[in-house]
C-alpha cells in the first residue's frame, strides 16, 4: 500500500529530532552515544557524517513526487529547518 504525504513526513520525524538534539546537546546527545552525564567516543567528524546523513534524508524526502511530498500543502517547516540547522551545525564543527 502506498503511502500518503502524511506518513512519509511523519517517518522523516526521527531525522529532525536526531539533528535538533545533536545541534542541542552535541557530544552529549544520545543520538550518537552520549548522555547528560558523560560525551560521546565519537570524533567530531563521525557526528558530522550522521547529522550531514540525516540532512540528506530530509532533502530527499521533501522531493519526493510519489506520493507528492514536495507539492503538498502539508506544514514542512520543521523538516525544513531541520536541514538548516543541519547544515549550520556541520559548518560550525
Known amino acids: ?8 513526513l511523519t517517518a522523516a520525524t526521527d531525522s ?12 552529549k546527545s544520545e543520538y550518537v552515544g552520549g548522555s547528560a552525564e558523560a560525551d560521546t567516543d565519537m570524533s567530531q567528524d563521525d557526528i558530522n557524517s550522521t547529522v550531514q546523513r ?6 530527499l524526502i ?12 502539508d506544514d514542512k517547516s520543521s523538516y525544513t529547518g531541520a536541514v ?5 551545525y556541520i559548518a560550525a564543527n
Open 54 to 59: 540525516n540532512v540528506d534524508h530530509l532533502e
Open 1 to 8: 500500500m502506498a503511502q500518503t504525504v502524511a506518513e512519509v
Open 16 to 27: 529532525v529530532t536526531l539533528i535538533n538534539d545533536i545541534n542541542t546537546n552535541g557530544k
Open 84 to 88: 538548516t540547522t543541519g547544515n549550520a
Open 62 to 73: 521533501l522531493e519526493y513526487t510519489e506520493p507528492n511530498v514536495k507539492g503538498a500543502s
